[in-house]
């Protein structure tokens, strides 16, 4: 394994990023980086608002995907599948680079592989490889990447854990990308087991289908009446929450909560699996979502951990609703950045990759900020209710795009220092950050690797908690990214929001809402 003083000093040698002339101007400058395939360089579009608040000193975020292999990796497959995959997007081949005026463009370089593909010496006689899978990764959050090539790469690690044969870790500098759009490329680049040449199939939402009587049109005209003034409403009360949180409204000060610059301290990444089956049997006994489940499985879990925080050193008593140790009225939030930009999906950025077409990309990021309902209940499931009744409302909100217009500008009329100042501002006056995404239906392979899990993450954001949720196949993996400062029991509180998906479905089946065929979908 590449030593921690190792990966701390390729942070200290990470170069500053390239200035280059423009193509008029009288070329004096070295662009040995800046080469492409046939030695020309030229510049591609300059870098989104969005991506470029990803360089400011208090956002240099990078994404992790954490992948799961039932096979040992061969190296050299993965090496030439990157050449004719990954590396024909424009954004996984580019440098950014500053120009003369402090623009920041896109730059196409000839990509050295050998550079990207990090592939440690092992010691085979190591002990846990789920631990030194562990620490491998959060030595690496200590670290970026160098400014003179591509913000991307990936280590392959033949350590056998619990639940691998081996594992690779792709990082990625957030200014490529959103976090679902990384992942969708991703699953881009693998492919079915069961159909080598096949994509993977992501579910996708059903409309449901409505029966048209006499009265429908009448009944749907006050319908859409009473949408569209709640959607105004909505839109409001949340701009003017987002317009007071970047201001001074702050969320409690929890044993979750980190302080300021905690943006630069690493993380402990630890992921968990359980089964999508028990989160679909919920959602079907209670006629919610996946996501409805998953949010209130998480505030179940959060409530715990923090009435045992509360209570330590307290008389040991039977927590309840009405007698527990938890603060009355904790405000306590995430904060979702929200790619307004519709995604392209995976057979546009598959095809993109085959056949060089054109897709659009790119950050063009909102915020919304996301309520969590804090407290012991007695009945488990109105942690799922409650879940669903702020999912329902934030659905019923142009919140994503009213603050991407009102930081684009704020970037516009103050410059990209202001407009830091108050993501910052905003992100840090909330406690965590919270995601669920959707991933395939049947196994997959990467490029020939069977996956047995994804887990993605990231680091660098000024959040001391990180949760996401990560669907494959019959499996969801929750995974935590965590300032081991602020909250030193990472294991226990996983274990608290695992416990609480238990909790949740036991009292499904306690209470009879769910029949055995009820669970197939």
């Not at 789920?130 to 991307?152: A, C, G, M, R």
Request: aromatic share 8%.
């Amino acid at each position: 394994m590449e030593s921690e003083e190792g990966l701390c000093r390729s942070r200290k040698q990470a170069m500053k990023p390239i200035r280059t002339k423009t193509a008029n101007e009288e070329d004096g400058e070295d662009h040995h980086h800046l080469k492409k395939h046939d030695d020309e360089v030229f510049e591609e579009e300059p870098l989104s608002p969005s991506a470029r608040l990803f360089h400011e000193p208090n956002f240099n975020v990078y994404i992790i995907a954490i992948m799961g292999s039932k096979t040992k990796i061969q190296v050299d497959i993965v090496k030439a599948n990157l050449e004719h995959t990954l590396l024909k997007h424009p954004r996984f081949s580019s440098l950014q680079v500053v120009d003369d005026t402090g623009d920041m463009k896109w730059v196409r370089t000839k990509v050295d592989l050998e550079k990207h593909i990090i592939v440690p010496e092992l010691n085979p006689d190591m002990e846990s490889g789920d631990q030194f899978v562990e620490d491998y990764v959060f030595n690496l959050s200590k670290t970026t990447i160098d400014k003179s090539q591509p913000l991307w790469d990936l280590h392959l690690l033949n350590a056998k854990t619990s639940d691998s044969e081996a594992v690779g870790v792709f990082r990625i500098h957030h200014s490529l990308g959103d976090g679902t759009s990384l992942i969708s490329l991703l699953l881009a680049c693998t492919r079915k087991i069961s159909d080598p040449e096949a994509l993977p199939t992501v579910p996708v939402k059903k409309k449901k289908k409505q029966e048209k009587s006499s009265s429908w049109w009448l009944w749907r005209c006050f319908v859409g009446f009473w949408w569209v003034w709640q959607l105004l409403w909505h839109t409001v009360v949340d701009v003017f929450m987002f317009m007071l949180t970047a201001s001074f409204l702050k969320d409690t000060e929890t044993p979750l909560k980190g302080p300021d610059r905690t943006e630069s301290s690493p993380r402990r990444i630890i992921h968990r699996t359980v089964s999508l089956d028990d989160l679909k049997l919920v959602k079907n006994a209670m006629n919610t979502t996946i996501n409805d489940v998953a949010l209130g499985v998480t505030q179940a879990g959060l409530s715990r951990y923090l009435n045992r925080k509360y209570g330590q050193g307290k008389k040991a008593e039977e927590a309840t609703e009405t007698k527990n140790f938890l603060p009355k009225k904790i405000r306590l939030r995430s904060t979702l950045l929200i790619n307004i930009r519709t995604s392209v999906g995976i057979e546009a950025l598959a095809d993109m990759m085959e056949n060089d077409t054109q897709v659009k990309w790119g950050n063009w990021i909102g915020y919304v900020l996301l309520p969590f309902t804090i407290g012991l209940r007695d009945d488990p499931l109105d942690y799922v209710r409650e879940a669903k009744a702020t999912i329902d409302r934030k659905k019923h909100s142009f919140e994503a795009i009213y603050t991407f217009s009102i930081a684009e500008l704020v970037l516009k009329l103050f410059g990209i220092k202001r407009a830091s100042g108050m993501s910052h501002r905003i992100i840090t006056h909330t406690t965590m950050c919270f995601s669920n995404l959707v991933g395939p239906l049947e196994e997959i392979g990467f490029y020939g690797h069977p996956m047995t899990y994804l887990a993605p993450s990231s680091y660098g954001q000024p959040h001391a908690l990180m949760i996401n949720f990560q669907s494959y196949v019959n499996k969801m993996t929750i995974v935590l990214s965590i300032d081991e400062s602020i909250i030193p029991d990472a294991y226990q509180l996983c274990d608290d929001i695992v416990d609480s998906l238990k909790l949740i479905k036991d009292a499904v089946i306690a209470k009879g809402l769910i029949k055995e065929d009820q669970n197939r979908n």
